[in-house]
């Protein structure tokens, strides 16, 4: 089964035109840092964490709430490296694995896919 959520109209009109034929296959709209998440098996956030946000912790509460949805394993990319002056923040990938051990003793950084970008997966 997979949900997915999106905050975007557009995107949410895309994602549901190529792929809701598909089995036990949901789109919502909505703002995922703020709506009421069911448990998953599995918590995926792609490209989404790394606009800038008001709230001082949004990073590390963020990661704490969709890990807490997530049964097997949660997800996620950050970029590393910007341009600046944009809407994107940057992260550094050891802050953000420390952070991320205190969440769970099994974690793992994969940082040599593509420069500037960074994946982390918490596992159960």
């Known amino acids: 089964k997979y949900r997915g959520i999106e905050q975007s109209d557009a995107f949410l009109a895309i994602a549901s035109e ?3 034929h598909l089995p036990e296959t949901e789109f919502y709209l909505g703002d995922f840092c703020h709506a009421g998440l069911p448990p ?3 918590g995926l956030a792609s ?5 800038h946000s008001g709230e001082p912790d949004f990073i590390y509460n963020t990661i704490s ?3 807490n949805t997530s049964c097997i394993a949660f ?5 590393s490296q910007i ?4 809407i994107l923040v940057a992260y550094d990938a050891e ?8 969440l769970s003793p099994n974690v793992v950084l994969h940082d040599n896919y593509f420069e500037g970008d960074f994946t982390i997966w918490m596992y159960r």
């Open 83 to 86: 341009e600046p002056g944009g």
């Open 65 to 67: 709430r969709l890990f």
């Open 47 to 51: 490209g989404s964490l790394n606009y």
């Open 40 to 42: 998953a098996e599995y």
């Open 75 to 79: 997800g996620f990319n950050l970029l």
């Open 95 to 102: 802050n953000v694995l420390q952070y991320c051990r205190t």
């Open 18 to 20: 190529r792929y809701t």
